[in-house]
């Protein structure tokens, strides 16, 4: 099991569905969450255990005074929080967790993929069932790639992924792009993890490589990544937004590079993905992309795929490795249709 690291914050404010929508956003971040109402502070006092405040009061509020002279940092003023259910709900959240990354100076998505994390997983045995090449597929490993699907996680991410590729049978005429919410420097080992009894070959993505079928390129954590006719093309910037990577743009990256794309969200904190298939669903017949999320019960932390969810763009939910069989079942449809139409 993924071990987590738990910062406790104290929301302050005055309108308590305000203070209801920023203690469910900090939640989803991972956060333990004490919430005061101006009246409870006056009683209980500032003398709270925590690690920062998040305070939404009037301007003209007397308390205001109190949080100059505590030493926990003091994040104030916010926009008013939309529902869960809003469009614009995504990129509300996402400008939230800029501020709070910023006021702590810590990551604390990626605070919770450690390197010792990861070896946990390692040690993990392989799954119970791998699932066969159906007949009507060739095996194929090497070539062009074929099917493209971008995966996306954070916390509980590598265990559940690694879970989805363990399934996979090899020759499956497809690719996937990951993009993992983790610290720059510890790329190179999840790669090193995820292939452990897989039957894809896993790399972090490099400058002019080509995606290819049976392959994993893991797209490091701070460099923006896109493709071009298929190859690789490591961007000087870091990845937009407060997310590194960002699953968001990788999403829209590859989607540009291979038209048509599928995305599967794993287990995660936050939301990143939602505002991308938010995106993707305007644009398109979302029917014809396939779109799935880890189901909520399997994850460790189910708050990425359940935003995901929320944006109505995601058309399956299952288990990971329930999840390899539908893939396996899918690229068996694709192919068969390919033969009939080419009779």
Not at 176 to 181: I, M, R
Not at 255 to 262: A, E, M, R
Request: hydrophobic share 40%; net charge negative; charged share 20%.
């Amino acid at each position: 099991m993924t071990e987590t690291t738990t910062l406790k914050l104290a929301v302050v404010a005055e309108d308590s569905l305000q203070q209801h929508r920023l203690r469910s956003a900090m939640e989803d971040f991972g956060c333990e969450v004490v919430c005061l109402s101006p009246q409870s502070l006056h009683e209980k006092g500032m003398d709270q255990q925590v690690s920062a405040w998040l305070v939404d009061l009037r301007d003209d509020d007397s308390l205001l005074d109190s949080f100059c002279d505590i030493e926990q940092p003091v994040l104030l003023g916010f926009e008013a929080a939309p529902s869960k259910q809003a469009a614009d709900y995504p990129k509300w959240e996402k400008r939230l967790y800029a501020k709070l990354k910023q006021m702590l100076s810590v990551d604390i998505i990626q605070a919770n993929n450690t390197q010792a994390s990861l070896s946990l997983i390692e040690q993990a045995p392989a799954v119970s069932e791998k699932y066969s090449l159906p007949d009507n597929v060739s095996a194929d490993t090497g070539s062009k790639a074929k099917y493209v699907f971008t995966l996306g996680s954070s916390l509980g991410g590598p265990e559940a992924v690694k879970e989805f590729l363990d399934a996979l049978p090899k020759g499956l005429p497809v690719a996937f792009v990951y993009g993992q919410h983790i610290d720059a420097q510890f790329v190179p080992v999840l790669a090193q993890v995820l292939a452990r009894h897989a039957q894809f070959n896993l790399s972090v993505a490099e400058q002019g490589m080509e995606l290819r079928n049976g392959e994993v390129l893991i797209v490091p954590a701070d460099h923006e990544v896109q493709f071009e006719s298929g190859f690789v093309k490591v961007l000087d910037n870091a990845w937009p937004g407060p997310y590194g990577p960002s699953v968001d743009q990788l999403i829209l990256n590859v989607q540009k590079g291979f038209p048509g794309s599928g995305s599967i969200i794993f287990s995660g904190m936050g939301n990143d993905g939602a505002e991308a298939l938010q995106s993707l669903k305007q644009a398109s017949n979302i029917d014809d992309l396939q779109i799935w999320a880890q189901s909520s019960e399997t994850c460790a932390s189910s708050a990425m795929p359940d935003s995901c969810r929320k944006t109505g763009a995601v058309n399956f939910t299952a288990s990971p490795q329930e999840m390899a069989k539908h893939l396996v079942k899918y690229i068996q449809t694709k192919e068969m249709n390919t033969q009939q139409l080419s009779c």
